[in-house]
């Protein structure tokens, strides 16, 4: 089992004390999780996974991330599986919470107590989604995160619901004077 790098989400930079952008965070993501030697679940996902927008305006900050369908991720009836689909929820309503993150407070993700997926509409392979997340509230150990999953439309429309997600997060971070 190939062993991985443990970084915090919301990692500061020592020179500046400024948090890396979200951009920064998810190319280090992608890159230790895309390497076919990394056995992780999440590296089947990644190479046709990207962020396409974020914005961090209150009162929810969220990101958009695109996502094609290949047949690694397909179930038997030529459409995205529904556990692939609630891995990609799982994975992309977690990036929000690094916008707002800092030691001790969702610095590591936190990890998931809850993760409700309806499934709408088949995906099928081939297919370019759009995933929509924000943050719905973000306390000090407790986060709701909404997921919206929907055909990727080139022409600036909204393409139909695909899925839909509510995601809960409980932050496991040691206290801040500990890190």
């Known amino acids: 089992m190939a062993k991985q790098s443990k970084k915090p989400i919301g990692t500061f930079n020592q020179a500046q004390d400024e948090p890396q952008s ?3 965070y998810f190319k280090w993501f992608v890159e230790t999780y895309r390497n076919p030697q990394n056995p ?3 590296t089947s996902i990644l190479p046709t996974l990207s962020l396409v927008s974020h914005s ?3 009162p929810h900050p969220r990101a958009t991330f695109r996502f094609t369908v290949e047949p690694v991720h397909e179930n038997g009836l030529g459409n995205l599986h529904g556990g692939c689909t609630a891995t990609i ?3 992309c309503t977690t990036f929000p919470l690094q916008m707002m993150s800092r030691p001790g407070f969702w610095q590591y993700g936190g990890v998931s107590r809850t993760l409700n997926v309806t499934y709408l509409r088949p995906v099928p392979v081939g297919t370019t ?3 929509e997340c924000e943050i719905v509230h973000a306390g000090q150990r ?4 909404r997921g919206v999953m929907r055909t990727a439309n080139t ?5 139909p619901v695909l899925a839909v997600c509510e995601h809960g997060k409980v932050n496991t971070d040691p206290p801040s004077q500990k890190l």
């Open 56 to 58: 961090t305006a209150a």
């Open 155 to 159: 022409d600036g429309t909204e393409g």
């Open 40 to 42: 992780a679940w999440s």
């Open 142 to 145: 407790l986060s709701s995160l």
């Open 89 to 91: 929820f799982d994975i």
């Open 129 to 131: 989604v759009d995933v």
């Open 22 to 24: 979200l951009e920064e």
